[in-house]
């Protein structure tokens, strides 16, 4: 199936490790021009010289998404270097304990990243937002309190910004993945130093085994393509039936 996605300039934040680096490989494969970006440069190229094997334009930066002056004149230099934005991903979360960085970090500069990025998207034919939200947002965190409120803040502002912004040509939806591993990940690291409460965590997934991260890309890459454009507004909660209840 072609998704369209050919040509398109995408910009995926958090993208040089996990589910952000997947997302931005999902969309280098479907021939999307691609921006990636983290903190660190040498993640970033990493990242660039792994992608390199693929068609479109690659490019990328170190950057902090805390640092909206920053951000912003990293941003003005993507969209004049690929002609433009298409696609944000916003998917920079600290998962942290601590209400002010999770608050500054997931929710504000989540914000302003996404605001430093509209005029680009309203420019666009095929403008859509995808913001990397969390099964913790649907479910009670105690350990993890502010991250989870945090991610069901802004799994409601993005149905608010879906319904202002789908007469301006740009779709907005949330992802929440469940449980997922990857190499250096939370879980991975649970599965070395605890075994013992990792397997808590595999029993609450039906299949016995957790998602990976190219999963949650395969569907992100749908879910913002031109293939989905009757899609506005959707939460999609992508955790291998972990959930038991009704996500509205």
Known sequence: MDLGLKGLKVVVTGSTAGIGKAIATSMAREGADVAVCSRRQEKVNETLAELAQYPGKIIGGAVDITDQSGFQEWLNGVAGELGGIDIFVANVSPMSRKWEKTVNTDILSTVSSIDAALPWLKQSSAGSIIYISSMAGVIGTPQLPSYGAAKA?????????????????????????????????????????????????????????????DEIAKVVTFLSSPMASLVNGAHLVVDGGSTGHVHF
């Open 153 to 213: 803040a802004m799994t409601h502002y993005m149905k608010t910004l879906s319904m202002s912004l789908f007469k301006e040509g740009v779709r907005v939806n949330a992802v929440s993945p469940g449980d997922i591993i990857f190499e250096g990940g939370n879980w991975d690291n649970l599965r070395i130093n605890n075994p013992d409460a990792f397997k808590h965590v595999l029993k609450r997934n039906p299949r016995g085994s957790l998602g990976t991260p």
